[in-house]
């Protein structure tokens, strides 16, 4: 199957700096999505961008498919951004995620 | 509200008692799906369901079933559940069977079992 890479596995950042987190993975895919599992658990999705760049508000993601990565943005971060952020792929009907980023922001 | 839902949120157990996790979702959604969430490994997939009595294996089926009877629940049995299957569980629907990932996955607020 697919496999799926985030680096780093751990990030810890000061309030208010930027940072970029990134996706690898081994095969053409048809679609790629970010996704942030707050400390409490809940997943919430971020993106869903098989290529090019979009941005919502201080996050922005991009999508190179034909060189097999994508990044992840986080500009002027808050404490609040803090939890596990998950890349996933689909090809066919399912679903491969990567092993995640564990993001903390300290105050 | 538009929402997944799952029962129960919490559930310790032992070894070889049958369990069953509900899910329901009251958008109308095609695609169905279950994962488990493990520490170092991210979220893999169990079980999906592209549509009523339509199911099929994920990454990891072993020691699960699952059943489509209605296109609002779908839910996870373990049948004879192992101390391996301690997990956190997280049931998702989304809307279009055909393109499931295109659009937003939602989310249920994920389950924590422990099998003793």
């Known amino acids: 199957g697919i496999q799926v890479e985030q680096s780093p596995p751990d990030l810890i950042l000061q309030e208010g700096a930027n940072s970029t987190l990134r996706c690898n993975f081994s095969?053409?895919?048809?679609?790629l999505q970010w996704f942030h599992q707050n400390p409490w658990g809940q997943l919430i999705n971020l993106f869903y961008?098989?290529?090019g760049t979009k941005q919502n508000g201080r996050l922005s993601a991009t999508t190179v498919a034909t060189e097999r990565y994508s990044l992840l943005y986080i500009s002027s971060s808050q404490t609040t951004d803090s939890g596990v952020y998950f890349c996933?792929?689909?090809?066919?009907?399912?679903?491969?995620f990567g092993k995640g980023t564990k993001l903390s922001v300290i105050p | 509200e538009a929402q997944v839902t799952q029962n129960p949120r919490y559930l310790i157990t032992v070894t070889g008692k049958k369990l069953t996790v509900t899910c329901s979702q009251n958008?109308?959604?095609?695609?169905m799906s279950w994962y488990r969430q493990d520490p170092g490994l991210g979220l893999r997939q169990i079980y999906y369901?592209?549509?009523?009595?339509?199911?099929d294996k994920g990454d990891v089926p072993e020691g699960y079933k699952v059943s489509r009877k209605e296109k609002r629940n779908f839910p996870l049995i373990l049948e004879s559940p192992s101390p391996n299957q301690t997990s956190l569980y997280f049931c998702?629907?989304?809307?279009?069977?055909?393109?499931?990932?295109?659009?937003?996955?939602?989310f249920g607020p994920g389950t924590r079992l422990t099998v003793l």
């Open positions: 996933a792929v689909s090809w066919s009907l399912q679903l491969t």
């Open positions: 369901s592209m549509n009523v009595e339509v199911t």
């Open positions: 961008i098989p290529s």
């Open positions: 958008m109308n959604h095609e695609y």
């Open positions: 998702a629907s989304s809307p279009h069977r055909a393109r499931p990932f295109d659009n937003e996955q939602f």
């Open positions: 095969d053409s895919v048809n679609n």
